[in-house]
C-alpha cells in the first residue's frame, strides 16, 4: 500500500516566515494530494490539494507543490500568522479514493 | 449544502464494554464514508471504507467492526473494549468517484 513521509514534525516559525512541509509517497500510482489542518480538539480541515498533472497551486498564503518524478509534495505557507498554528497533515490517494496519510507537522508560529 | 454528524461526542467506557458509534451525512446521495482512527498525538489510520449500503472494507485487522445500513449512515461498533481503543474516531465522506475527503466533528473515546 501507499506509505507517506511527511517532515519536519515540528516547525516553529516568527510571525510573518514562511513554513515549509515536505511530504514523500512511495505509490506512483498515487494522484490526488490533499493538505488538512487540524486546530487542537477539532476535525481536521481540508485546506488545499492538488492533482497529479498539476505542478503548483495557490489559494492566497498557501501553496502547494508537486514533483511527481521525485514522488514528492511540499506545503508553502507564507506571512505566517498566530491563527496558522495548528497540526498539518499530508495525505496521498491513486484511483481507490483512499487517504493515505502523515504522521503530521505541528507548526507554532511566535509572534 | 452537505453536512456530517457524529455521536456522541465524548464517551467513557470501560474495558470489556461495547461500542457504537454513528455516523450520518445530509444533502447528498450514495456517499463514501469512512471511519478513521487518530490515537493522541498521532496521525490518521484508516479503519473502514464503504461505497454502498452493506459494503465494507476493512483496512486494519482489531476488535471492532462497521456497518451502514442506510445510504447516509455509517456505524462502528466493538463487542469488547480494550484500552488500545481509545483515541479520537474520525468519520469522513466524499462524493461517489471524487478524492475529496471531509470529516465530521469526531467522538472522543477513552477506554478505562
Known amino acids: 500500500g501507499e506509505n507517506v513521509e511527511q517532515h519536519p514534525s515540528t516547525l516553529s516559525v516568527q510571525e510573518g516566515d514562511s513554513a515549509v512541509i515536505k511530504c514523500t509517497y512511495s505509490?506512483?500510482?498515487?494522484?490526488?494530494f490533499p493538505w488538512y489542518k487540524q486546530e487542537l480538539g477539532k476535525r481536521p480541515q481540508l485546506i488545499i490539494d492538488?492533482?497529479?498533472?498539476?505542478g503548483e497551486k495557490k489559494d492566497q498564503r498557501i501553496a502547494v507543490t508537486l514533483n511527481k518524478t521525485a514522488k514528492h509534495f511540499s506545503l508553502h505557507i507564507t506571512e505566517t500568522q498566530p491563527e496558522d498554528s495548528a497540526v498539518y497533515f499530508c495525505?496521498?490517494?491513486?484511483?481507490?479514493?483512499?487517504?493515505?496519510f502523515g504522521a503530521g507537522t505541528t507548526v507554532t508560529v511566535r509572534a | 449544502s452537505q453536512t456530517i454528524h457524529q455521536w456522541p461526542a465524548t464517551l467513557v467506557q470501560p474495558v470489556g464494554s461495547p461500542l457504537s458509534l454513528e455516523c450520518t451525512v445530509e444533502g447528498t446521495s450514495n456517499p463514501n464514508l469512512y471511519w478513521y482512527r487518530q490515537a493522541a498525538g498521532r496521525g490518521l489510520q484508516l479503519l473502514f471504507y464503504?461505497?454502498?449500503?452493506?459494503?465494507i472494507s476493512s483496512e486494519v485487522p482489531q476488535n471492532l467492526s462497521a456497518s451502514r445500513p442506510q445510504d447516509r449512515q455509517f456505524i462502528l461498533s466493538s463487542k469488547k473494549l480494550l484500552l488500545s481503543d481509545s483515541g479520537f474516531y474520525l468519520c469522513?465522506?466524499?462524493?461517489?468517484?471524487?478524492?475529496?475527503?471531509?470529516f465530521g466533528p469526531g467522538t472522543r473515546l477513552t477506554v478505562t
Open positions: 464503504s461505497v454502498g449500503i452493506g459494503q
Open positions: 505509490d506512483s500510482a498515487s494522484n490526488y
Open positions: 469522513a465522506w466524499s462524493v461517489s468517484g471524487v478524492n475529496e475527503q471531509y
Open positions: 492538488i492533482r497529479s498533472n498539476v
Open positions: 495525505a496521498a490517494s491513486g484511483g481507490d479514493y483512499k487517504l493515505s
